[in-house]
Nanobody, 121 residues
Framework: EVQLVESGGGLVQAGGSLRLSCAASGFTFDDYAIGWFRQAPGKEREGVSCISRSDGRVDYADSVKGRFTVSTDNAKNTVYLQMNSLKPEDTAVYYC??????????????WGKGALVTVSS
């Protein structure tokens, strides 16, 4: 069974840091594009980052570039999202998603249940 489980969410003050984890199971991790998405209250879901399997490149949304960093532990089938210099506008439910495709897209095949990140001012 394909499963994605996020962890590491919580409450943090503006300027602080959090690290989210996404533990994947039930599929070949290295063959899937892995993305982080987020959905803020009243807004559409948006992409945060994506590991493209076509070339292994990690892309970031402009809004988080320079502040967020993705890393992976392939042996553990886990991807991390290190979030630094957090801003109140980063407040959202963060989702890990995967697809058997070389790149990420909006309707990914598999989704975690989400992790809430709340950034206070």
């Amino acid at each position: 069974e394909v499963q994605l489980v996020e962890s590491g969410g919580g409450l943090v003050q503006a300027g602080g840091s959090l690290r989210l984890s996404c533990a994947a199971s039930g599929f070949t991790f290295d063959d899937y594009a892995i993305g982080w998405f987020r959905q803020a209250p009243g807004k559409e879901r948006e992409g945060v980052s994506c590991i493209s399997r076509s070339d292994g490149r990690v892309d970031y949304a402009d809004s988080v570039k320079g502040r967020f960093t993705v890393s992976t532990d392939n042996a553990k089938n886990t991807v991390y999202l290190q979030m630094n210099s957090l801003k109140p506008e980063d407040t959202a439910v963060y989702y890990c998603a995967a697809a058997s495709a070389p790149i990420c897209y909006y309707d990914m095949e598999y989704w975690g249940k989400g992790a809430l990140v709340t950034v206070s001012s």
